[in-house]
């Protein structure tokens, strides 16, 4: 019978114990390495103040997104006596979003790498505030399988003083013509990026409402729709708010009828023939009739941006006040962004459905934002802008939207999982 070796069983047992040391040690660095980095992370610092009374937002909470995997949050605290805040931050080296929620309304503030503080200004919300202007409003029409395609676009100015944000459950109602299908839908905030938002049915038949925050400053809407058309189509348009110009775009070859002297024939722009109404009164009713056949000319369904129309008739679509000069300005502002997504991200295609074409807007004054025929607001945005910074807004306002949708039961937990996995992709990508 043959003797086990001693010293055999030994050398094991040390061997054992060498290879138990060496995973200690390994954990004990591991662990040293994760508290120096969270104790030496540097914290973001900054101040809420509310807008509307000029004072320090005391008691608001204030939440920490990172931008790395999504929209996930990943601290939050709230301001103190003063409007101060401290929001540690675990991940460094990754962009940030600083969000505040506030009275219904979202205010937020980009926190790119080795952001140590910022400031951010809120707003008393209400359903209606005071000096709510409809700085332009403009309709692109044109026709295609029997359908009478129209992209219509608000610019709105909130100029309510003391400044408020205005937030319900119907921010901005408007009235649909009879036999109107939504194809597609847009909003974008003071210096934000376009996203989208669902319009909601407002109670009565045709009145829909966009739920969109109108914070002081301007905010523009864009509604893509279709109607049944038979040649010739009467429109009625009751102005809800002091509209400073209403222009339509058609092409050349429909025409465009309207009575009294309310339209003025604007100079032509890009094949396109261009009226409008200035200084239209609140409840005031203007009537016009358009007819025939026609789309858009090939360097408008390419998407090229386009000048506004000179005057007519002492004044076009610019007209002269700043406030028609930088809406007409912020159009390709409005137009940027969110195709982004779409570009890059299948899974965040496969969730939305798909879109109708619908023909452009104009706003008038410097420039005209001129889209594709067969392209959707996002696409046509996609060709205005593709710096890095735009990007990341417009997938920041995405993951915005797309929560929301999820919140308010718009889409499916599946639809939400693969269109939330896209973006998260597109988003490390873009921080790369």
Same mark, same amino acid.
């Given at each position: ?20 040391? #060496? ?36 008691? /608001? ?9 999504? *929209? ?21 080296? /990754? ?31 209400a359903k209606h505030v005071d000096n709510l202007i409809a700085v332009g409003r403009v309709l692109r029409l044109q026709t295609m399988g029997g359908d009478l395609l129209v992209s219509e676009s608000y610019n709105l100015r909130n100029e309510s003083s003391p400044p408020r944000t205005q937030m319900s459950d119907q921010s901005f109602e408007f009235v649909l013509p ?21 319009? /909601? ?18 905010? !523009?809407? !864009?509604?893509?729709?279709? #109607?049944?058309?038979k040649g010739s189509r009467d429109f009625a348009i009751t102005a809800d708010l002091p509209l400073a110009e209403l222009g339509i775009m058609l092409p050349k070859s429909m025409s465009f009828r309207s009575s009294g002297e309310s339209f003025a024939h604007a100079a032509d722009e890009a094949g396109m023939t261009v009226f409008v109404a200035k200084s239209v009164a ?18 408008? !369904? ?63 004054? !410097? ?63 873009? *921080?790369?």
């Amino acid at each position: 019978m043959l003797l086990k070796n001693p010293f055999r069983r030994r050398d094991g047992r040390r061997r054992i114990e060498r290879t138990l040391t #060496l995973k200690n040690r390994l954990l004990l660095i591991a662990c040293c390495f994760f508290i120096s980095t969270s104790l030496f992370a540097a914290p973001i610092t900054g101040k809420v103040t509310n807008g509307t009374t000029g004072k320090p937002a005391a008691n /608001v909470e204030v939440m920490l997104l990172s931008l790395a995997g999504g *929209m996930e949050e990943t601290g939050r605290t709230h301001t103190d006596g003063q409007g101060k805040f401290i929001l540690n931050v675990p991940d460094e080296g /990754v962009q940030h979003l600083v969000r505040v929620a506030y009275q219904g309304a979202t205010y937020h503030k980009s926190a790119p790498v080795g952001t140590t503080s910022l400031d951010i200004t809120i707003y008393d919300a209400a359903k209606h505030v005071d000096n709510l202007i409809a700085v332009g409003r403009v309709l692109r029409l044109q026709t295609m399988g029997g359908d009478l395609l129209v992209s219509e676009s608000y610019n709105l100015r909130n100029e309510s003083s003391p400044p408020r944000t205005q937030m319900s459950d119907q921010s901005f109602e408007f009235v649909l013509p009879e036999g109107a299908t939504i194809t597609d839908a847009m909003a974008k905030g003071p210096g934000g990026m376009p996203v989208n938002s669902d319009p /909601v049915p407002a109670g009565k038949k045709d009145h829909y409402a966009f739920v969109f925050p109108i914070r002081p400053g301007e905010t !523009q809407f !864009q509604l893509d729709y279709k #109607l049944p058309y038979k040649g010739s189509r009467d429109f009625a348009i009751t102005a809800d708010l002091p509209l400073a110009e209403l222009g339509i775009m058609l092409p050349k070859s429909m025409s465009f009828r309207s009575s009294g002297e309310s339209f003025a024939h604007a100079a032509d722009e890009a094949g396109m023939t261009v009226f409008v109404a200035k200084s239209v009164a609140t409840g005031q009713q203007l009537k016009f009739t358009v007819s025939g056949e026609g789309s858009a000319p090939k360097q408008v !369904q390419e998407g090229d941006t386009v000048s506004g129309p000179p005057a007519a008739s002492g004044g076009g679509m610019g007209g002269g006040s700043p406030a028609s000069s930088e809406a007409s300005n912020s159009v390709g502002l409005y137009m940027v962004g969110g195709v982004v997504l779409i570009i890059a991200g299948g899974a965040f295609l496969a969730m939305r459905k798909k879109r109708s074409t619908a023909p452009a807007a104009v706003t008038g004054a !410097q420039q005209t934002a001129a889209a594709a025929d067969r392209e959707s607001p996002r696409q046509r945005s996609a060709q205005k802008s593709s710096s890095p910074e735009s990007m990341l807004d417009a997938l920041k306002d995405e993951l915005f939207q797309l929560e929301s949708d999820r919140l308010q039961g718009k889409i499916t937990q599946q639809e939400y999982a693969r269109s939330k996995a896209g973006l998260d992709i597109l988003m490390r990508r873009q *921080m790369r």
